[in-house]
């Protein structure tokens, strides 16, 4: 438990502290609940209250893991993974060429560094780097596998969530219940079981495999065979050009066109800083220059768009034959960043398209049949396989069905506090990445406030908090500001930003960083204890 002994603090304590609010109009933590519908059975407990449960052990659950254990020695937690290994996203992803889509130095995390070399990681290393931090400081001790959270209730009478889980496959499969008092989503943002797949007119009519990047067959023999990836996203462009060392010939298929920038993997100044600094300070400034590189990009082409454009372009066009019609598949419709940049590494895609391995196609598709896709526009492209890189299904805190005091809550229904906690939600917080950005740079920060929070809380002797917006309504807007399909196809799937203050998901590394320096923990928050702390171990 969290203990301090200045104070005899501790969030399991037995205290009587009443509210304490911005305004009077805070909901009732003090009402009991029932519980939440169980799954059939009756399910096995673990029989403890810990004080913190993360769910997902990916580069978001192990970096809150840190942070909080980081913050408050002692603190007793576990980390519940659905999976049977480390690693989230660059463990479910197994297709040719995962990589990250962003610099690995700023999605890498600030208190352990990165040491490989190339500004664009491979996904396996990425997966490793994170098992071997969570190894590294004790967390995978923490960590249980196979345990697919699916309900969480919270109970105001007791300022505990109780946690319905999954665990095991198949025949073993059983369900446990875990108790806690605070609980952090670090599950990302999409649907782990289904992709986005539209519904083309007859599938059924073509004769080979059809294939979605996010569950890549692991005995799928592409040898020799004409390959036609539908999409033009981060996944197709990091797929495509690893599928030409075996292919026959890859065709990318385009509805319309997407940024894509060339990235060289060989960066000067990494070698140099890390030779002339110790492991961790260098790791800090090259960690620096590069969030702030692309903080300087976005901040650019958001202000100047033509500008960006152009650069853009010149990029594509370098690496491209001279009478290559670029402006047919690289010149998109939308301004940079209205939609997420698709990095390649030393103009890989580029390369293909240069020596005739990779043909890019900007077309409508009419209808699948037995040999391939015929276009709308008469063409067909003939295939032995179809790759769908058709992007994501949203989906927020995993899928858990939420229930606060008997009633299910929906995110969508709710505004977001500094990105991370849940309007008038106690004890919740909810970890994602920027959008234009490395995902770690706000994963990072919303672990510490996170830790910060859970340490106020401890030392003030609060068992429960939760931010309260108060009686002036507020506007909501989109949590975040893209046109990208999965976005518009899914707008109920998150919660909603508000438009002033902290209640305003902003998109701005060093904006963000400057305001979590300078807030309080206390501010628009409400905390407060239960009067009688139940006997809640056994």
Same mark, same amino acid.
């Given at each position: ?205 073509? +004769?080979?495999? /059809? =294939? &979605?990047?996010? @569950?890549?067959?692991?005995? $799928?023999?592409?040898?020799?065979? *004409?390959?036609? #990836? ?63 590189? +692309?903080?300087? /990009? =976005? &901040?650019?082409? @958001?202000?100047?768009?033509? $500008?960006?454009?152009?650069?853009? *372009?010149?990029? #594509? ?76 299904? $949203? ?7 939420? #229930? ?135």
């Amino acid at each position: 438990m969290l203990h301090d002994d200045s104070t005899g603090g501790r969030l399991d304590q037995e205290v009587h502290v009443t509210d304490s609010s911005p305004t009077d109009d805070t909901p009732n933590t003090t009402a009991s609940a029932d519980a939440a519908a169980a799954p059939a059975g009756s399910p096995a407990t673990d029989g403890h209250l810990h004080d913190v449960i993360i769910i997902g052990a990916g580069l978001s659950g192990i970096d809150c893991a840190y942070r909080i254990l980081e913050h408050n020695p002692g603190c007793d937690y576990l980390v519940l993974e659905r999976r049977q290994r480390v690693g989230g996203t660059w463990d479910l992803f197994r297709y040719p060429g995962v990589r990250s889509d962003s610099d690995i130095y700023s999605l890498s995390y600030p208190f352990e560094p990165w040491a490989k070399p190339g500004a664009l990681a491979e996904g396996a290393d990425i997966r490793d780097y994170i098992e071997q931090t969570a190894r590294k400081f004790g967390i995978a001790d923490h960590i249980r596998f196979e345990h697919h959270v699916l309900t969480a209730d919270w109970d105001s009478g007791t300022d505990t969530w109780t946690l319905g889980v999954e665990v095991g496959e198949g025949a073993e499969k059983c369900h446990e219940t875990y108790r806690c008092r605070f609980v952090v989503f670090a599950t990302g943002y999409y649907d782990y079981d289904q992709p986005y797949t539209p519904r083309f007119a007859g599938t059924e009519d073509f +004769t080979g495999p /059809i =294939v &979605h990047p996010q @569950h890549w067959p692991e005995d $799928l023999d592409y040898r020799g065979k *004409r390959i036609v #990836v539908i999409g033009s996203g981060a996944t197709a462009v990091s797929l495509i050009p690893n599928l030409t060392d075996q292919a026959a010939h890859v065709t990318m298929l385009q509805r319309s066109p997407s940024y894509i920038f060339s990235a060289k993997q060989k960066q000067y100044l990494v070698p140099v800083v890390r030779k002339l600094l110790p492991p961790a300070a260098a790791h800090r400034v090259i960690r620096w220059r590069y969030a702030t590189q +692309t903080a300087a /990009i =976005v &901040h650019l082409t @958001h202000r100047f768009p033509k $500008l960006g454009r152009k650069m853009i *372009r010149a990029n #594509v066009a370098a690496n491209l034959p001279e009478d290559y019609p670029v402006d047919v598949h690289f010149n998109p419709s939308y301004n940079p960043w209205d939609q997420r940049m698709c990095m390649v590494p030393d103009a890989d895609l580029f390369n293909g398209i240069t020596d005739g391995s990779i043909e890019m196609v900007t077309d409508h598709i009419e209808r699948f049949d037995e040999t391939g896709v015929r276009l709308t526009s008469g063409r067909h492209l003939d295939a032995d396989i179809i790759v769908t890189a058709t992007g994501l299904q $949203l989906l927020g805190f995993g899928g858990t069905r939420l #229930v606060v005091d008997g009633d299910e809550l929906k995110p969508h229904d709710r505004f977001v506090f500094k990105s991370h906690l849940l309007e008038d939600v106690p004890n919740i917080a909810w970890s994602v990445g920027y959008t234009n950005a490395s995902w770690t740079l706000r994963v990072d920060m919303t672990a510490r406030s996170v830790a910060n929070l859970i340490r106020y809380m401890r030392e003030n002797g609060y068992t429960h908090a939760y931010p309260h917006l108060g009686a002036e309504p507020m506007t909501a807007q989109p949590l975040w500001d893209l046109e990208a399909g999965y976005v518009e196809r899914s707008p109920d799937a998150l919660p909603k930003s508000g438009t002033r203050g902290h209640w305003r998901v902003r998109h701005n590394y060093y904006r963000d960083a400057i305001d979590h320096r300078i807030s309080r923990v206390e501010d628009s928050m409400v905390f407060g204890s239960v009067e009688h702390s139940q006997d809640l171990v056994g």
